[in-house]
């Protein structure tokens, strides 16, 4: 530790101790929240893949149905920054947890309502246009939903355990990407592929109003994080201490002004936007454009496509709390260094792997373009391409930066930079990353690009972990940025 660090921990304000009922209340909150933040978004992707291309977007060419249907997908992660930057500034002047409760309630109604829209037969370019409305309200809620998640499971964990705990974070996009997975897996193997695409789709949408109302009512009674309620008090504590004289008003003065008005750090913002680009570019190729080229370029049915998903994200529950449990032990910078290079060995073979092991045992399944015949039974090496590209490339990257990210900002503004680090990078990645695969697919018929996209988004993520200083174990408290 730095003599200026020292100095500061020597002098930070005294944290409230929650407890144990306290953390695991918001532990729960948080892995809520974060499920059903990447519940929502997996449904749509995967209905985007399997379901929306054919029943929002028309009868017409199916590379325009699919570009379509990512492009909406992306439509919601342009209100994110929006949300980020709104929810973000609120809950450094309210409070962490007042946010989230808005945050969550946003986001299910939005979600819910996807479920009870009338599709392009029934209403025409209506049901697209609404389609896109939800998706714009559900991104503005989303915004500062995953980012408040982070704050407050940081600045609850003691700091010996920090990575461990906010890996819960991960773990709830984990779970929200598994129940997803999972509902569209036994749908489709339950009522078919052709009941489905008539009314079967819209089941997981409403069923997700009850992780919603769970999510709700733990919020509702949850208190404010330790490391906030501290940093809040020292500023009020220097408004009240007593004036006995001109000269001493001055200096409380100033020092209020420099508790309230701590400058932002552009190198902090910059470092953790790239550590985001990684792993928000690999999610949109790996969890959301993947499952399209599989069912449509590759010919992937559409129950293997839906269980790929399901497998590698059960793997994850033992991924994402290892990799944090590391990052407490090693640090985030070594661990960091280390994620993103075995993701750039692991990328052409894993992809190598999922494109060689298709069998030969074939389905026909329903497409815009009628009956095509679809590979219903790859081998295990299949599986275990796609497994190990994600659990590497998206969900370690993920469970690593939740709290690194976190630790490379100061508590003054700590919320809305890490919102904006997390949603900016989301916009041009996770948003319409899916869409440029989808237009450099369907111009060089090949994978080749997208193994280049995730090896790009990959290789700035080492080179912004190479740059980073160490962060673990910072005094959060500590008002100003780590860098």
Not at 23 to 46: H, I, N, P, R
Not at 96 to 102: D, G, Q, S
Not at 311 to 338: A, C, E, N, W
Request: glycine share 8%.
């Amino acid at each position: 530790m730095s003599t200026t660090s020292a100095a500061h921990t020597a002098t930070s304000p005294s944290v409230v101790t929650r407890t144990t009922g306290d953390l695991v209340k918001a532990a729960m909150s948080g892995w809520l929240g974060t499920a059903l933040e990447f519940m929502d978004f997996q449904l749509y992707s995967l209905a985007a893949a399997l379901v929306f291309k054919d029943i929002f977007f028309g009868h017409g060419s199916q590379a325009v149905a699919i570009m379509s249907a990512m492009a909406v997908y992306g439509v919601g992660y342009i209100a994110r920054p929006i949300g980020a930057w709104y929810f973000g500034r609120m809950g450094d002047r309210i409070g962490r947890t007042k946010v989230l409760f808005i945050t969550i309630a946003m986001m299910g109604v939005a979600t819910t309502l996807i479920g009870i829209l009338p599709t392009y037969d029934q209403v025409g370019m209506i049901a697209p246009l609404l389609l896109v409305f939800l998706r714009l309200i559900q991104g503005f809620g989303a915004g500062a939903e995953i980012a408040g998640a982070s704050v407050m499971l940081a600045e609850y964990a003691p700091r010996e355990r920090r990575g461990i705990i906010s890996s819960l974070v991960a773990l709830g996009t984990n779970s929200g990407t598994l129940g997803a997975s999972a509902i569209w897996a036994i749908l489709l193997a339950v009522m078919g592929n052709d009941a489905v695409v008539d009314w079967g789709w819209r089941i997981p949408f409403l069923a997700s109003v009850v992780v919603m109302g769970l999510a709700v009512y733990i919020r509702l009674h949850l208190k404010e994080t330790p490391v906030f309620e501290a940093s809040t008090e020292e500023i009020i504590e220097a408004y009240d201490q007593p004036l006995s004289a001109r000269e001493g008003e001055a200096e409380t003065t100033q020092l209020v002004a420099e508790k309230a008005k701590t400058p932002k750090s552009v190198k902090a913002f910059i470092i953790a936007s790239i550590l985001r680009f990684g792993q928000s570019g690999n999610s949109g190729m790996v969890q959301t454009y993947m499952i399209t080229f599989l069912t449509a370029n590759i010919l992937v049915a559409k129950t293997v496509a839906s269980s790929v998903v399901m497998y590698s994200s059960i793997v994850g529950f033992l991924t994402v709390p290892l990799i944090g449990y590391l990052g407490d032990r090693f640090g985030r910078k070594r661990m960091y260094i280390g994620v993103t290079i075995a993701g750039l060995i692991a990328i052409i073979p894993c992809f190598y792997l999922m494109l060689n092991n298709l069998g030969t045992h074939t389905v026909m399944e329903k497409t815009a373009n009628g009956e095509i015949a679809h590979f219903s039974q790859p081998t295990l090496l299949f599986f275990v391409g796609y497994i190990v590209l994600h659990n590497i490339t998206v969900l370690s990257m993920f469970s690593l930066e939740n709290i690194t990210m976190a630790e490379c900002f100061g508590s003054a503004h700590r919320y809305e930079q890490l919102a904006l680090s997390k949603e900016l990078p989301n916009l041009l990645t996770a948003g319409f990353g899916p869409l440029i695969a989808a237009a450099l697919v369907a111009v060089f018929q090949s994978w080749i690009a997208l193994a280049i996209m995730m090896a790009f988004y990959t290789g700035l993520t080492l080179i912004a972990a190479i740059v980073m200083p160490e962060v673990a174990k910072r005094d959060l408290t500590l008002r100003e940025d780590a860098m």
